[in-house]
């Protein structure tokens, strides 16, 4: 479907993780010795109590899925993948995120707080699993030029970043909110609190089916702010979102998900044919 140069320009990315029960049972209770699943009870249960949520840090975290969705430089969707499937190896999915940036030739990242979540997770994988990123990393250049400097958005476009001025407000709603804006479907059933169980029960392909999902709304949130950014007009968004929802229909046979996805939808009321 692609009418651009068909080289990658833009990496779309989501991950969905687990919390690592090992590693908090010997870092948090190691006089306890916990089995992993009841460290994680015991370490939400204190979050609950003095947080009021039981959101564990992304330190603890293991990544279970990572969707991409590979874009040209003209905004169009060429492929979209989910590293190391059926296997879904952690350590491998890791390795292969960071391996693909690279052959690429560096893309830009697209994420929807990913900066504060996702690639720093990302990271710390790298670190535990002993995979090389120098070009991430690239101490030796210019601090502004670095790909994981905080405010190089060449590097890594983080949307919630650009809709929330850097943090200065609030994005109440997140991405199900900003998807929704534009007629997707945003939650459909599966939220992030919930990756956690269907892990433990092996339902890996409904995890990497949610990762697919959030992914695609990331992508047509991209599309949106590159309206509003003055790379693409209005026009043209339009023609890409129908030209994406044709190529979801033509695989939907392969990720049924896409159809679910598609059904989903709702027609965005375009103000400006009025």
């Known amino acids: 479907m692609a009418s651009g140069n068909g080289n990658v320009r833009y990496l779309v990315?989501?991950?969905e993780s687990v919390a690592d029960g090992n590693l908090i049972s010997k870092i948090r209770y190691p006089e306890k010795?916990?089995?992993a699943a009841d460290a994680i009870k015991e370490y939400t249960g204190e979050l609950m109590e003095k947080f009021g949520s039981e959101f564990i840090p992304y330190t603890y975290h293991l990544p279970v899925s990572i969707a991409v969705v590979k874009i040209d430089d003209q905004f169009n969707l060429m492929d979209i993948v989910t590293l190391d499937e059926p296997e879904f190896r952690s350590h491998v999915m890791t390795k292969h995120f960071w391996e693909g940036w690279k052959a690429y030739k560096q893309p830009s990242l697209v994420s929807f707080n990913g900066r504060t979540f996702d690639l720093p997770l990302l990271e710390l994988a790298a670190y535990r699993y002993g995979i090389p990123i120098p070009e991430w990393f690239n101490?030796?250049?210019k601090t502004w030029e670095q790909p994981r400097a905080r405010y190089n958005q060449s590097s890594h476009l983080d949307l919630q970043d650009i809709l929330?001025?850097?943090?200065?407000?609030?994005l109440s709603g997140g991405l199900n909110l900003c998807a929704n804006l534009v007629g997707r479907p945003g939650k459909m059933g599966i939220a992030g609190h919930m990756v956690q169980q269907l892990f433990d029960e092996g339902r890996l392909n409904e995890i990497n089916d949610y990762c697919r999902c959030d992914v695609l709304d990331t992508y047509f949130v991209l599309l949106r702010t590159a309206v509003m950014m003055g790379h693409l007009t209005l026009e043209e968004e339009c023609e890409?979102?129908?030209a994406t929802c044709a190529w979801l229909e033509d695989n939907a046979k392969q990720h049924p998900v896409y159809q679910e996805y598609l059904d989903g939808c709702s027609h965005w009321d375009n103000p400006w044919t009025e």
């Open 164 to 170: 929330t001025n850097f943090g200065a407000t609030r």
């Open 33 to 35: 010795k916990l089995s």
């Open 240 to 242: 890409k979102v129908e």
């Open 139 to 141: 101490i030796y250049g």
């Open 13 to 15: 990315f989501d991950i």
